[in-house]
Structures are given as C-alpha cells and as structure tokens.
C-alpha cells in the first residue's frame, strides 16, 4: 500500500523559513514524481512545485519562484519542499503527491496518483 506521509508544517513569522518532508512508502520511489500542492478552504488545490523522476527538472509556481526549493532523496525515499520568505498567503495545508509511473512530471492534480494527508503551514503578518 502506498502512502505519503507529510511533516513540518506549523507557524511561522512572515520572513521566515520552514521545510516540508514527504516520506514515500513507494516500492520504486525512482518511477514517479512528485509534487506539492496546497489549498485553503473554500479554493481549489493549487500546484505549488514539481521535481522529475530523476530529479534533474523541477517546475515551480509562479507565486513560489525564487522563493520555494523543491527536491528529493532517493536513499531515504523522501520529497522535500525548503521554503524561504515566507508570506502570509502561503498560508495552506500542503500536500505532497506521487506520480503515476508513466507521467515524468506534472503540474496538475490529473497527473498524480498518490496523495498525502497534508500538514498545515500558517504563516503570521
């Protein structure tokens, strides 16, 4: 059985740092990869990062560029997000997600096929 398993989340000041791990219970972590998303009630899950099976290409947001790190270690089978700066409306749970093996890369929910239950990041003005 799969599982993602996020951890990290909490609050923080707006300026600060946290880091995200995803702990992946995949029996070849290497075939899929992964994502972060997040979402806040009442909106739709939102791509936030996404790193390839190999790791060497990652697509980031917009609203994340230069601000959000994304990347995984293949030894320990975990996703990472390190986000700096952190501002008030990145205030969300955050999920992280497995690909389906034949989708390199994606940065929509339909490319995905494992889930997390999330971690709640609350960033304070």
């Known amino acids: 059985q799969v599982q993602l398993v996020e951890s990290g989340g909490g609050l923080v000041q707006a300026g600060g740092s946290l880091r995200l791990s995803c702990a992946a219970s995949?029996?070849?972590?290497?075939?899929?990869?992964m994502g972060w998303f997040r979402q806040t009630p009442g909106k739709e899950r939102e791509f936030v990062a996404a790193?390839?099976?190999?790791?060497?290409?990652?697509q980031y947001a917009d609203s994340v560029k230069d601000r959000f790190t994304i990347s995984r270690d293949g030894a320990k089978n975990t996703l990472y997000l390190q986000m700096n700066s952190l501002k008030p409306e990145d205030t969300a749970v955050y999920y992280c997600a497995a690909t389906h093996t034949v989708v390199g890369i994606s940065t929509t929910p339909r490319g995905y096929g494992y889930w997390g239950q999330g971690t709640q990041v609350t960033v304070s003005s």
């Open positions: 790193i390839s099976k190999s790791g060497g290409t990652t």
């Open positions: 995949l029996r070849t972590f290497s075939s899929h990869g």
